[in-house]
């Protein structure tokens, strides 16, 4: 398994993926998440791929570098002189998946990894990221590689 950049190249197999984890949303939240939606046109991956600040990471099998069979999503963020929060980096994993035929292979921990290792090359404080609560296999894969809660968000449906 190799782990790189996304380059635009990769776009389909972002988009198959991205799919993969609309469908586990729609299924768990029908009242949030669209049906055969798009978190991403292509263009918008087109500009995330080129923006430094918003990394994505992709594994690839190592048979075929152009198959994608995960990816991670990260977005650089920091709140410079902000009233309340300190000026740390922070590495938001946006979105992180592993092909669901693929899952179980330690792919997750490896782009996990990946990233943990991108954030100290890079000067982070921290990485955090948010899960649903509709997805428990999630929580659970994050708990178990040492993730803590930081906040919680809470509803009331009306």
């Not at 380059?7 to 198959?16: A, G």
């Not at 991205?18 to 729609?26: A, F, M």
């Not at 035929?101 to 330690?106: C, F, I, L, T, V």
């Not at 649903?132 to 803590?148: C, I, M, R, S, T």
Request: aromatic share 8%; proline share 4%.
């Amino acid at each position: 398994m190799n782990i790189r950049r996304a380059t635009t190249q990769d776009i389909p197999h972002l988009e198959r993926l991205l799919s993969q984890v609309l469908e586990v949303h729609h299924a768990g939240r029908p009242d949030l998440f669209k049906p055969n939606a798009r978190k991403y046109t292509t263009k918008q991956l087109e500009e995330i791929i080129r923006d430094d600040t918003r990394p994505i990471f992709v594994a690839t099998d190592g048979k075929d570098p152009a198959d994608v069979v995960g990816y991670a999503f990260c977005v650089c963020e920091q709140h410079i002189d902000d009233n309340i929060l300190t000026d740390v980096k922070t590495l938001y994993i946006d979105d992180l998946c592993v092909d669901e035929a693929k899952r179980g292979m330690h792919i997750g921990k490896a782009l996990y990894e990946h990233v943990l290792n991108y954030a100290r090359q890079n000067g982070f404080y921290n990485v955090t990221l948010n899960v649903w609560a509709l997805n428990d296999a999630a929580k659970a894969f994050y708990e178990h590689l040492g993730l803590k809660p930081q906040k919680y968000g809470l509803e009331t449906i009306l």
